[in-house]
């Protein structure tokens, strides 16, 4: 049976989908089978994300309501038979949170990994995606406000009895938290005492190639350590400051200010 984990955030906008779409392209490569269910039915975009948007006929709310079979719906990532997708496009289909929770139990009978990309906010979707899963990833930036809520979200998790839990703290800037402008990683888990599987930096080039990260990158470097963090339950998590210590890193953070 495999694990069913939730990436969820509170805050809109803080990455969740990204998260999603670079933890699985990270744990296919590792050999892992892996499917992305985008449960972020209103306003659905992993497919865009990952480039499969022109492949999509079938979805999540024709599955649940029995319009075509799960295997009908699902999509493979093109190099990556190991990833799936089950997209979301009917914006305005109502999901049943019993049906969903049956469509991903399905699912886990023959992936090792089903993700499940969570709406923002903590209202029914937040439940339906939650409901389905057995843990949770809980993606913040390293700002007040997305902690904040971050950390609610945790103590919603908690009380929909999700305890496996871990904080994903994504667009990271290695020079402003070597220069104490930003709140590492450290800061973050005295301030919420929760464990961190991933540190993520920010990266704007490499997103922009539908989720997939060019080797070598930082970015790429960081996913991948995520990813062996999901699968072993511990690990090291991505240093972003390493380049900005020493002379030569406050030269560099010296060129990134200028
Ligand atoms: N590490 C990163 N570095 C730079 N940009 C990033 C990073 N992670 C995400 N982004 C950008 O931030 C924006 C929001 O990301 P994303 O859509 O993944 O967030 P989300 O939490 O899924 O949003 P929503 O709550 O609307 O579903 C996107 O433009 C994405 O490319
Ligand atoms: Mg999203």
Redesign the pocket.
Known sequence: MGRCIVIT?G?????????TASLGLALATLGKRVVLVDA?VT?N?LDL?LGLEAAVTYDLYDVTMGTCRLKQALLTYPDYPSLKLLPSVHPLGEVDKTAFREVVEELAQTQDFVLI?C??GVDDGFVRAVSAASEALV?TTPTATALRDADKTLGYLDALRVSKTALVV??VRGDLVASGEMLSVDDIIKLLHVRVAGC?????V??SMCGATPVGTA?HQAVNLLARYVIEGKGKVYDPTYIYRGPLGSLRRWLKKA
């Open positions: 955030s805050k809109g906008g803080v990455g969740k989908t990204t998260v972020d306003l975009n994300v990309d709406p923002a993606v994504n667009r993520i930096p920010e990266d704007d490499a997103l970015h």
